[in-house]
């Protein structure tokens, strides 16, 4: 790779004299140096004649949003001292890994002493409909969570994407040079040419099936159309930092993200957060051990560089999507090795115990619990909650009521008939999980279960355990409601021998729009950064489970860093929260607008998929893949 496609572009920017940017990742660098030290010679002597900028990311390529903040901060650390240990030099500009970007990591690229960053234009633009397409040409500020701001330089994902298509044939010279021309403005802008990997270029890993063939023209290629630009006054060759001096900066300070794309990402709607986070080379999984892998680190005494790198090695984003077999193997065999004993499944055991059965009408007691079955509703008194759990629908939230708050419904389901458009006529549950298969009827629990297995309870909580068959096989469910709080608890153990091609979405809850003031209504949550990000749901239709055809499931995602995912307006919020230990779980947000009222709901999912998916992991009932766990909880503001 070094001789195919890193030399070559040093050396054609030393040829022709030209000033660009070039961004690499320092744990790179440091293969590339035990490689071929004479590499990082080069292009050290580039940097010191204005010939080469470089540009920062981190010691590792992470997903930012979907990494806990203090993993964030260590690889932009450990990155600057690699950086200076290696070139000499600290950059002061950062490409935002994948171009996966949220608000929150701001604070962080400026703590590491950065002060710009390069996030792509195409998707923020298409879901901010009052931006000027002028911006796209001037350096523009963003802000931040904490109200800090940070310079922006604009990468493109169509140009680069062009500009691929021109080096490997399928686009001719002219018509790449057409496009660029239609970008030329007697005003002075500035417009990356390209913005992605050079490792494309002459040398294919066969990690694809439909890579183009390799021909070993294509820096040619590439050289012709530098040296034309060159020579047309129109155009001139400029660092990134070159930009600031020569064109005038925005005088707007912009927030990236929306309600609807809240983890801005390159290139098309396909290209989106969940193929790092659910979906890939078995995500979950990976996701997964990586939590744990964080949490065992011990926070009460001083983590090493060494650990942090340990950690975001494990994090790196080509584990999960394409990755050649061999690299994978290594990759599940260390983590295997590393948390393999600690991942056996807490299945329900039902051998020896008897249905759970109460007559109609006729209250229990378990503690402070109070029980009443009518028909195949249970209702539930439990402190400070009142609970009705649907028996025919797999243990499904009916109705879930807060007193003290109000005395109508906060959460739980609503029937076929509640909206009469006919786009909505369908039940509409909470507490439950479903499974979207490719060209199969949904998997789900919302059926009538075999068993209701016995009660347990303590001062403060009670417990149902229930297995409800399905196709694929049993899904094994407990729920936790306390007294002490208005909290319940949902844990599942999904026990299926092979997972298909599917997303896999739980712990739901369907807020009830005649209590929540659709004005006022937001989410609130944390993607990679310390602090929470907050997104108004008024006048905003967003649907991240939305498929964005027959081959990606959803449109986006929330990393939900610290666990917790709030809903709600000025009054009262829902929490969803969950483990990341026991299984990486993401967010997922719909409201919408419905006649002369809306729906909106939460939910994690578990897994979707796309063009990254694969269904030949090798660990089926381990970590993340079959046990997933959640708690709903109610606040008042």
């Known amino acids: 790779m070094l001789k195919q496609c890193y030399w070559p572009l040093l050396k054609i920017t030393r040829e022709l004299g030209m000033a660009i940017g070039l961004e690499a990742n320092a744990s790179s660098l440091e293969m590339i140096r035990d490689m071929d030290p004479s590499f990082i010679e080069y292009l050290k002597e580039s940097i010191e004649l204005g010939q080469i900028e470089f540009i920062g990311s981190g010691y590792v390529q992470i997903i930012g949003p979907l990494i806990p903040a203090d993993v964030n901060r260590a690889n932009l650390h450990i990155g600057n001292?690699?950086?200076?240990?290696?070139?000499?030099?600290?950059?002061?500009?950062?490409?935002?890994?994948?171009?996966?970007?949220?608000?929150?990591?701001?604070?962080?690229?400026?703590?590491a002493g950065y002060d710009c960053i390069i996030m792509d234009w195409a998707g923020p633009f298409s879901h901010n409909n009052t931006w000027s397409s002028?911006?796209?040409?001037?350096?523009?500020?963003?802000?931040?969570?904490?109200?800090?701001?940070?310079?922006?330089?604009?990468?493109?994902?169509?140009?680069?994407?062009?500009?691929?298509?021109?080096?490997?044939?399928?686009?001719?010279?002219?018509?790449?040079?057409?496009?660029?021309?239609?970008?030329?403005?007697?005003?002075?802008?500035?417009?990356?040419?390209?913005?992605?990997?050079?490792?494309?270029?002459?040398?294919?890993?066969?990690?694809?099936?439909?890579?183009?063939?390799?021909?070993?023209?294509?820096?040619?290629?590439?050289?012709?159309?530098?040296?034309?630009?060159?020579?047309?006054?129109?155009?001139?060759?400029v660092t990134p930092s070159d930009v600031f001096a020569t064109i005038p900066h925005g005088e707007q300070l912009l927030s990236l993200e929306s309600p609807d794309d809240p983890i801005p990402v390159k290139k098309q709607t396909k290209y989106n957060i969940t193929r790092w986070a659910v979906s890939g080379r078995d995500d979950i999984w990976s996701n997964t051990v990586c939590w744990r892998a964080y949490e065992q680190l011990d926070k009460n005494l001083e983590i090493t560089d060494d650990q942090w790198r340990n950690v975001c090695l494990k994090w790196r984003s080509d584990y999960r999507t394409h990755i050649t077999q061999s690299r994978w193997n290594v990759f599940c065999r260390d983590m295997s090795r590393q948390?393999?004993?600690?991942?056996?499944?807490?299945?329900?055991?039902?051998?020896?115990?008897?249905p759970f059965s109460m007559v109609d009408g006729?209250?229990?007691?378990?503690?402070?619990?109070t029980l009443v079955r009518n028909g195949h509703i249970l209702s539930i008194s439990a402190g400070q909650s009142e609970v009705e759990l649907n028996l025919r629908r797999g243990l499904t939230i009916r109705s879930y009521k807060v007193p003290q708050f109000s005395d109508e419904m906060i959460y739980g389901t609503y029937p076929l008939g509640y909206y009469t458009d006919i786009n909505w006529v369908a039940d509409y549950y909470s507490g439950h999980l479903v499974a979207e298969v490719a060209g199969r009827h949904k998997v789900s629990d919302l059926?009538?279960?075999?068993?209701?297995?016995?009660?347990?309870?303590?001062?403060?909580?009670?417990?149902?355990?229930?297995?409800?068959?399905?196709?694929?096989?049993?899904?094994?469910?407990?729920?936790?409601?306390?007294?002490?709080?208005?909290?319940?608890?949902?844990?599942?153990h999904v026990g299926w021998s092979d997972i298909p091609t599917s997303n896999l979405r739980m712990g739901h809850v369907t807020l009830n729009p005649e209590l929540f003031e659709r004005g006022s209504l937001y989410y609130e949550t944390h993607n990679g950064g310390k602090s929470s990000e907050v997104h108004g749901l008024s006048d905003a239709d967003v649907n991240f489970g939305r498929a964005v055809s027959f081959l990606t499931s959803a449109h986006s995602c929330l990393g939900m860093t610290e666990g917790t995912l709030e809903i709600g307006d000025d009054n009262l919020a829902v929490v969803l929260s969950t483990d990341k230990t026991v299984a990486a779980l993401v967010g997922m947000v719909q409201c919408m607008s419905v006649e002369d009222s809306y729906f909106c709901r939460a939910s994690l999912s578990a897994r979707e998929f796309d063009d990254t998916s694969r269904d030949d992991g090798p660990f089926l009932d381990i970590a993340g893949r079959n046990q997933f766990t959640c708690s709903i909880e109610v606040k008042q503001k």
């Open 339 to 354: 948390f393999g004993e600690e991942t056996e499944p807490k299945k329900i055991e039902t051998k020896g115990k008897r």
């Open 81 to 111: 001292k690699v950086y200076a240990d290696l070139l000499g030099t600290r950059p002061r500009i950062a490409l935002v890994n994948e171009q996966a970007y949220s608000p929150g990591l701001v604070p962080l690229y400026l703590e």
């Open 134 to 237: 002028d911006w796209q040409y001037q350096p523009q500020k963003v802000l931040g969570t904490d109200g800090s701001s940070i310079d922006m330089l604009w990468n493109h994902s169509i140009s680069f994407q062009r500009f691929q298509k021109y080096v490997y044939g399928e686009m001719s010279l002219d018509e790449h040079l057409e496009y660029l021309s239609g970008h030329l403005s007697t005003d002075a802008r500035a417009f990356n040419l390209y913005g992605s990997d050079v490792e494309v270029f002459d040398y294919r890993p066969k990690r694809y099936a439909h890579e183009q063939p390799q021909d070993r023209h294509e820096w040619e290629r590439i050289k012709k159309l530098f040296v034309i630009l060159q020579n047309d006054p129109r155009y001139e060759f």
């Open 447 to 492: 059926d009538i279960m075999d068993s209701l297995y016995d009660v347990e309870h303590t001062e403060t909580t009670l417990t149902l355990r229930a297995r409800i068959e399905t196709n694929f096989g049993d899904i094994d469910k407990v729920l936790t409601i306390h007294a002490d709080k208005p909290k319940l608890d949902l844990s599942y």
């Open 362 to 369: 006729v209250a229990e007691t378990s503690g402070v619990f």
